[in-house]
């Protein structure tokens, strides 16, 4: 069949995009779901940073690619050996496919998924194929999975988190990546207890979700920075105890005056070396340091190893959340109708394929959280 997608075609074009256009708006085809796999039209994707960090070339991805991998939709047709969705199932796309044979799936930590990290970095999906051509018949990767900046896509079924017909599709697309991310680094990662202080560091879609996990956790102070002050007004709004704006030289002695030597809890989303530094800075003696972020891979930073053992000091990665997506999706869906993870309010606006480009430009000079692409 043909679909209209928007493909990446060179990364590192440099900003606005509205006027290098990274993304073409093109007519592809895609091939039918072969074993195991599922034909979903996408009825709305999130704009995420990660999807950026590709086109600026700080997440390096094989190219030409459609990008997206936030997103929710409805099952259209099922291949061979499809179980646990049909044909009008509501689906909420999972970023990390899970083959369920590797050691991490075997021990419970599907986000770790060896033969899944290994198709997102090829651009495959999980069987190992690609369901994108150009009209010449040349190959387009996938982007982690799903490629979501269509209009169709095909998924392993591996990717796919079935969920009730009674959340707008455009509030469940966020579950799949922001939602996941910073809920999961709070409540999975970090295990963060009620009556606890933490600070987020970063106040995007992930960091103002992780923000709302740790209220929905019982966290008593909840301390937010960011170089943006809309951002930071906004998470001032959705319950932060305490703002600093991360710009200010002596922002860690001020959080560290303000919280008693620290907080228990610092959760880094910013993908940024900086952040990360802060965050562990910001983080007490005895307490835990948690990244979701994804800085290019050459980026470094440093550590004092001597505070990790003397003041029994964490610092831990979080890859989507650490969570389980087919447990975690459905159970934060229920947080959310219950008014407990209100995710809707960090929804900015609507948009059209063709206005991705425009999209990415906004998302890059911090003036959004979650744009919503609805194909």
């Known amino acids: 069949m043909q679909t209209r ?3 990446l075609t060179a990364m590192g074009k440099p900003a606005p995009y509205v006027e290098s256009r990274p993304l073409e708006i093109c007519t592809v085809h895609l091939d039918d779901p072969q074993f195991g796999e599922v034909l979903i039209r996408i009825r709305a994707a999130g704009l995420c940073h ?8 700080s997440r390096p991805r094989p190219v030409p690619m459609v990008l997206g991998h936030e997103a929710a939709g409805e099952v259209v047709a099922v291949g061979p050996g499809v179980v646990g969705v049909r044909p009008g199932d509501h689906v ?5 496919p899970s083959c369920g044979h590797c050691v991490p799936c075997q021990e419970g930590r599907p986000n770790l998924c060896e033969t899944g990290a290994a198709a997102n970095t090829a651009g495959t999906l999980l069987g190992g194929g690609r369901r994108l051509h150009h009209e010449d018949g040349a190959e387009i990767h996938h982007h982690l999975g799903v490629s979501a900046f269509a209009e169709y896509a095909v998924v392993s079924q591996h990717s796919l988190v079935r969920v009730d017909p009674d959340v707008p ?6 579950f799949g990546c922001a939602v996941m ?6 409540v999975n990662t970090a295990r963060v207890s009620a009556g606890s202080s933490v600070a987020i560091v970063g106040l995007g879609g992930v960091g103002l979700s992780a923000l709302l996990g740790a209220l929905a956790a019982g966290a008593r102070r909840i301390v937010a920075i960011d170089v943006n002050p809309s951002k930071l007004r906004q998470a001032e709004a959705l319950g932060a105890t ?5 710009r200010d030289p002596d922002v860690m002695d001020h959080i560290r005056a303000a919280t008693g030597g620290g907080v228990e809890f610092a959760i880094e989303t910013a993908g940024s070396v900086p952040a990360l530094e ?12 948690v990244t979701t972020g994804l800085p290019h891979p050459d980026h470094r930073m440093s550590l004092p190893p001597v505070v990790l053992t003397a003041e029994e000091r964490t610092l831990k990665g979080s890859y989507v959340g650490s969570c389980v997506p087919a447990r975690d999706i459905p159970r934060f869906i229920e947080l959310y109708k219950r008014g407990r993870l209100p995710v809707n309010k960090l929804l900015s606006g609507r948009i059209r394929l063709d206005e991705v480009n425009e999209g990415f430009d906004r998302l890059d000079r911090g003036e959004v959280n979650r744009l919503v692409l609805v194909p």
């Open 242 to 246: 305490d703002t600093f704006d991360a």
């Open 278 to 289: 802060t965050a562990f800075r910001i983080t007490r003696r005895g307490g835990t340091t």
């Open 92 to 96: 909420v796309c999972s970023f990390v």
């Open 5 to 7: 997608a928007a493909v």
């Open 181 to 186: 991310t910073g809920v999961g680094a709070v």
């Open 50 to 57: 990660s999807d950026l960090s590709v086109i600026n070339g």
């Open 169 to 174: 599709f455009d509030e469940l697309a966020v």
